[in-house]
């Protein structure tokens, strides 16, 4: 990480409002450095408009963004599976948008399962 993104990341986790933590988290995305997609990634699980921040972010970087997007896919934080899945859905991915447009997550998933039997008979 370089040190003028580490001293944005510093001054992010400082910040004592959202407005001014979402001023920083701006910066980070417009760094160009290719750690801001990690650094604002972990900003996901937070709620409400930290969290929208960090989808508008991770969206503005562009396509870079979708392998870690991906891993963050399996945390176990809901908030953070569903920011992840909205960075996707707008990036393209059509799973993704499905996950959004779910009632419930074991539906797709159950959704899933029954689409690969039916592709299996």
Known sequence: ?????EMLRRRMLRAPYSTEIIAVMRE??????PD?????????????????AAVACLVAIGFAVIPEMRRRLDALDEDMVRNAHRVLAVLGDENSRAALDAECWA?????????GEKAAQ
């Open 107 to 115: 539906d797709l998933e159950q959704g899933a399962d029954d689409d």
């Open 28 to 33: 980070i995305a417009r760094s160009g450095d």
């Open 36 to 52: 801001a997609i990690v650094v604002l990634s972990r900003q996901l699980d937070v709620p409400c408009d930290v969290g929208r």
């Open 1 to 5: 990480m370089s040190p003028s993104l």
